[in-house]
Every structure is written in structure tokens, then in C-alpha cells.
């Protein structure tokens, strides 16, 4: 996952969370407020960009290819936003252009608020976050076991894979279906192994209540925060005096 | 399809957070019940949600030659019940916006209420009604996770048109704009995923009932004299 990748290798992985969880609310604040004029939609976009980019040292390559699905998204809804359908022909209001304008400078925006925060801080963190934000406990557990199991599941899944393709299981594309369909079935059995031995392994070890793990931990937590808070405040001024 | 980051006018997202966060908090109360009776269900939940995870990642063969994803809520739906794939579907998709920037925060709440409130509980609905009906397992199974699919792309559909209506023909204008330009994707989509959770189903039938059985999955067959 290339996101992953980012998200341990970047300047600022060792930044506070809750410091970078604070500039994106900031960065997506700034978006919404901004919508209105197209222009500082896209020069908040921007900025988050290059933030992320010269600030964090996240390789512009792989930031594109992160945003590619979404931006393919916006290109193909707002195109729809742009064009009416009137008694069987297409036609392009100004209304519905200027309708979609803002919607993808704002999405864009928003995006790049994102994408700061997620190729800037490993999901740990962000659960770690998760919890100060006081989220529900079963919602924490749930979210610990599926990081992990994750990882478990595509390690499994890609030697499956491996062992289909090597009997040609792959050759054809009925085959490829019925390949695709036992692997899931193999993989859907897991679900059950694997818990039932979580389930023992944490009772072996006297646990039945939640699942702790000792976070990272940030020295300059405070200070992170604070010129975090004063830059996600800077950033919503000058959306609000650009638009 | 997950809608992006920041698409929706904020009133819509935080509308949309409020009418699904009760099918969530209710499907975290029905979990925790169940995992009071049965303490060893207590793992399955977070394993079930990686292999929703994994499973929405992998690349289905399209009818049309195209690849795209399945989204695994038809056959969690039939698996693990709708009202557990409400927190699932939640960590699922907030996982996805988090590891692959697919869908997003502010939109999170729209999505999680057409991917893991309304496409679960049609899956469910479908697959006990065509079951009633005396409808084989097969037929049942790809009904479910077929008719979810599409069901949850005209939600999603929806919230676009209601979002965004058109300024000349108004929300029916937008729904027919928006589910005409997704269909392309979406309804062969569907087809491969019904068909996919078919072929699942049947291996799981055929080599390994003994497996399911004993986990407690699947119920005993009737002993016959």
C-alpha cells in the first residue's frame, strides 16, 4: 500500500498526531470555506499539496498516484455536474459549470487535506488519536484486529495466488472466476481459524477486556500542537479573505 | 462506488453521518450482546472486517473486460448478519479512506449509510425472501449480493442527485445523470460480484461443511433415516 509506505518513511512521522490530525480539520475547513470562489479552492488545494510535498518530502510521483482514483471520480461526476439533460440533449449551463467548478475545488481541497494527514501519519498514531477523541472501545478493537489481520490476510492471499497461478489457474477467464471464488472461500474459512485462535491467544495471556499497545511516544506533543493550531488557523484566514 | 472527500455540501455530510451513526450504534449494541453470550466471538468482528477489507481489494474480472472491485457486502451480509456489518462496513470504509484514499472523512457518513446499512440489509432481505420462496442456494446467493450491489449504487446515486439537483430538470434529471454515467461501471460490476459470491459459496459447500459446522457457521444437516 503505497500510502503505508509514505506514512512511515516521511519527514514528519514523528510529529504529534493529534499536531497533524489538527492542520487537516484546518485544511478542510479552509476548503469548505473557500468553495464559493473557485480560484481559492484551488489555491488551498495547492498549498496543502505543497505542504505535503515539500514539507513532509512525500514524492510528487506517488502522491499522484495516491490521488488517481479520486481524481477520476471527480472528473467523471463533475463532468456530470456540468452538462443537463434537456428533451434528449446534452447542454452545458452556466449554472450546472459553475455548479461543478466549486464542488471540485472544494473536493480538491478537502482531498489534499486528506492526504496530508494520511501520508503523514501511520494508522497506529491515528488510532491512537481515535482513542484520546474518546471514540467507543468495541470501534477501537475492531479497527486494532483488522490493521493486523490485514496484513495477515494478504500475505495468505498472495500465496494462494501464487499456487493458483502456478497450477494455471489463471489461464483463462472462467477459470480466473472459479480461482478467485475458492481463494475467497479459503480466505472466508480463516475468518473463523483465525479469531477462534486470537481469541485463545489473548486468553492465555488474561486478557478480556481491550486491546491495549503501547503508542509512540511525542516529546514535543504540545508544541506540535500549538504551531499546528496557529497554521490551520492561518490556512482558514486566508481561505476566508480569498474567497 | 465510494463518494470522494469533500464532495458533499456540508449539510449533506453531517445529514448523512446523523441517519447512519444509529444503525451503527445499533449494530455495536447487538455485538456487544452477542459477544457477552458467546465470548469467543470477541476476534471476529475486527478478522471479519480485515476480510471485508482484503476481499474489496481484489480484482474481479468484469463482463465487459474491465477490471473493478467486489464490495463484499452481500456475502458479509449473509455470513455475519446485517446488523454486524454496520460497524464492520464503518471500519472498513473509514479504513479504506485512510490506507487508500478511496471515499473520505466528511463523506464517510454517506457512504457507510449505502455501502454497510442499505446494501447489507437488501443482501439480507433478498437472500431470506428468495430462500422463503424455495429459491436454490445458488440462485439465493447471487440475487443477494447482486440486487445489494446495485441497490447500493442507486443510494449512492441518490445522495449525488439530491445533493446536487439539476438546474434545469431538477433531482430527477441529476439521478438519471448520475446512475446513467456510474451504470457503465456499476450494474457489470454487480453481475461478477453475484456470480463471484456464488462460486464462494459453493466451495465453502463443497469442500469444507465439515469445517463450518463444527466453527458453529453453518447449521447440521438433517439426519435422514
Known sequence: ?243 | MHIMEGFLPIEHAVGWSVAAAPFVAWGIRSVNRRIRENPEQRMLLGVAAAFTFVLSALKLPSVTGSCSHPTGTGLGAVLFGPAAMAPIGAVVLLFQALLLAHGGLTTLGANIFSMAVVGPFAAYGIFALARRLKASLAVSVFLAASLADLLTYVTTSVQLAWAFPDPVGGFGASFLKFAGIFALTQIPLAISEGLLTVVICNALARFNPQELQDLGVAPAPEVRA
Not at chain 1, 488545494?45 to 505535503?52: G, M, P, S
Not at chain 1, 501520508?119 to 474518546?134: K, N
Request: aromatic content about 6%; charged content about 15%; some cysteine.
Open chain 1, 1 to 243: 500500500m503505497l500510502i503505508e509506505q509514505s506514512a512511515y518513511a516521511n519527514r514528519w512521522r514523528g510529529v504529534a498526531p493529534q499536531a497533524k490530525g489538527l492542520f487537516a480539520l484546518g485544511g478542510v475547513t479552509a476548503a469548505f470555506v473557500a468553495a464559493a470562489t473557485p480560484a481559492a479552492g484551488l489555491g488551498v488545494a495547492a498549498l496543502l499539496a505543497a505542504v505535503t510535498i515539500g514539507g513532509a518530502r512525500v514524492s510528487p510521483l506517488l502522491y499522484l498516484r495516491v490521488a488517481a482514483p479520486a481524481l477520476f471520480f471527480l472528473a467523471i461526476s463533475a463532468l456530470s455536474l456540468a452538462v443537463s439533460v434537456d428533451g434528449g440533449g446534452l447542454q452545458a449551463t452556466a449554472a450546472g459549470t459553475h455548479q461543478a467548478a466549486v464542488v471540485a475545488t472544494r473536493s480538491l481541497g478537502a482531498l489534499a487535506a486528506l492526504l496530508f494527514l494520511v501520508l503523514t501519519t501511520p494508522l497506529s498514531d491515528l488510532i491512537a488519536l481515535l482513542r484520546r477523541l474518546r471514540t467507543p472501545e468495541v470501534l477501537l478493537d475492531i479497527m486494532v484486529l483488522c490493521y493486523r489481520t490485514l496484513f495477515v490476510f494478504a500475505a495468505a492471499l498472495q500465496d494462494m495466488r501464487a499456487a493458483q497461478a502456478a497450477r494455471l489457474g489463471h489461464l483463462d477467464r472462467s477459470r480466473l472466476l472459479r480461482s478467485l471464488g475458492q481463494m475467497a472461500a479459503h480466505l472466508t474459512l480463516q475468518v473463523w481459524q483465525r479469531s477462534h485462535a486470537l481469541h485463545l491467544a489473548a486468553l492465555a495471556r488474561n486478557n478480556d477486556g481491550p486491546l491495549r499497545f503501547l503508542g509512540s511516544r511525542h516529546p514535543h506533543a504540545r508544541r506540535d500542537a500549538g504551531l499546528a493550531g496557529v497554521a490551520a488557523l492561518a490556512l482558514v484566514l486566508l481561505a476566508w479573505s480569498g474567497r
